[in-house]
């Protein structure tokens, strides 16, 4: 048995979660915590709320209402949301002037600078006289200087780059629409290219999807890279040592997910200390959308490898990102399918189960609302819920022998697979799945009690409530059926250990 952290990027509580959301890292974690934890493992799920994201000041400014309220709120709404479809984190932490998490990012920042990697640097930052903002995220936009595609000064959503500010171009102001001007001030950054050379050592032994490891052969190349930490004249983590340069958030999340550990061992009365779960044996899974990959990938990678006594096999799980009816997912023009209409419109594990499939693990995928719809009402609703069988007897045990047990290995193969963090692949377990209904429709008239047993456990991570429905009715009326399916898994199980 292992110890495996799994982290969801902290969403900003802009707003509630949505459909995209949770086609990119909300469903995905969860499902990888809950299969780690089938597995044996031990397994925590955490992630945060991004209180400090300057886009946050933005709605503030827009709105009229304190940031720290709109964050509360909307922090309260996204774990309600996360609920409702079963997204079930070990614990959410509330980042604005939590003492854990300012304890934390302090921690690390000293960290890095007690080796001499952090500089003070002259810079040149875009300013709005009219609206006395500064452009660093939440407050402009240019062009990326890496892509060209319309960007914040922080991270281009395009090619998950961190443009440099001074060659972006002219920004416009976001409130005002104006041109901002650019004014001089002190900024810190940190060295970061310098543990390029052995980032690109760590991540020879970790298997990561094409997209990211042509992004880290790209960003890894540029070993002087310096990243800018601080933004002055912004309301952002304040730094004990450096009251005047407040740090970003995007620098925070590393020490956000520590936080978010402490917090719960604390809430809990746990008897383990941090050290018990931040060690070289524990294993980090990150869920991250693409672009976050400079944060994710390169820096916390970055940071627990300076620091040491840390986790030392790190697993970043990106995904591009899911459209909706051909248009991009957008809080603020309402293009969106909000969470909690949603799951009180469908099933939660129908949901569950067809976000996976959709999953854009690897290419930017379309989500239809017709098609979800066609795909509830002609295939999940007769397949799980109106049959008979559900309802009362019929079901056969008959265990697959022969040919039929050796049509059951493929399925199994490739749920096992797509199980692993160095191949997760949450659209892999729900293919298995269908590929093993496709052998159940055909085993006698798709009423033979141990397949539906092991379809029920190899679910069990995807849609746990209807997985556990399935236990019952089967198990109740077939209990060799449980018997079979468990020891098929223990055999399986095994070989699932070696990460
Ligand atoms: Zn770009
Ligand atoms: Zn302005």
Known sequence: MSKFLVTITPPTPNGDLHLGHLAGP??????????????????????????????????????GRWHVDIAVANSAAIQRSMRSVDIAVSNFLQAYGNPYFLEEVNRYFDMIEDRALVERRAASIPFCKDCAVFGYEGFGRARCNYCGASSDASQCEACAGAPEVARMGPMQCNLCKGTMTPVPVERLVWKLGLSFARLKK?????????????????????????????????????????????????????????????????????????????????????????????????????????????????VPVTNRFLKLDGKDFSTSRNHAIWIKDISSAYPVDAIRF??????????????????????????????????????????????????ALARLQGPIADWRRSAQPQSFSMAGMARALEALLVEI???????????????????????????????????????????????????????????
């Open 26 to 63: 909300f469903l995905a974690g969860d499902v990888c915590a809950r299969v780690l934890r089938q597995l044996g493992h031990e397994t925590l799920l955490v992630s945060y709320s991004d209180d400090y994201q300057s886009y946050l000041l933005r709605r503030s400014r827009e709105s």
């Open 202 to 314: 760590l991540y020879a032994a970790v298997s990561t999807r094409a997209h990211l490891s042509s992004y880290l052969e790209r960003i890894l190349a540029q070993d002087g890279a310096e990243w800018p930490l601080t933004r002055p004249g912004e309301p952002s983590i304040p730094l004990a040592r450096h009251p005047d340069q407040p740090v970003h958030t995007w620098f925070a999340g590393l020490a956000g997910y520590r936080a978010t550990v402490r917090e719960f061992l604390a809430k809990e009365s746990r008897l383990e200390s941090i050290q018990d779960w931040w060690n070289p044996s524990v294993t980090i899974v990150h869920f991250l959308g693409y672009d976050c990959s400079y944060s994710h990938a390169v820096a916390y990678r970055a940071l627990l490898d300076i620091e040491g006594a840390a986790p030392r096999l790190v």
């Open 441 to 499: 429709e055909h085993t006698d008239g798709g009423a033979n009690a141990h397949l539906w047993s092991l379809y029920g456990l190899l679910g069990q991570a995807l849609h746990p409530g209807l997985s556990s429905r399935i236990a019952a009715a089967v198990h109740g009326r077939r209990p060799e059926a449980a018997e079979w399916s468990n020891a098929v898994m223990a055999g399986e199980a095994a070989d699932v250990h070696s990460v």
């Open 354 to 403: 067809y976000v996976a499939l959709k999953a854009p693990e690897n290419e930017v995928d379309d989500f239809n609302r017709a098609d979800f719809a066609r795909w509830v009402e002609s295939s999940y609703l007769p397949r799980f819920l109106r049959d008979p069988k559900w309802a009362g007897a019929g079901l056969r045990a008959n265990p697959p022998a022969g040919e």
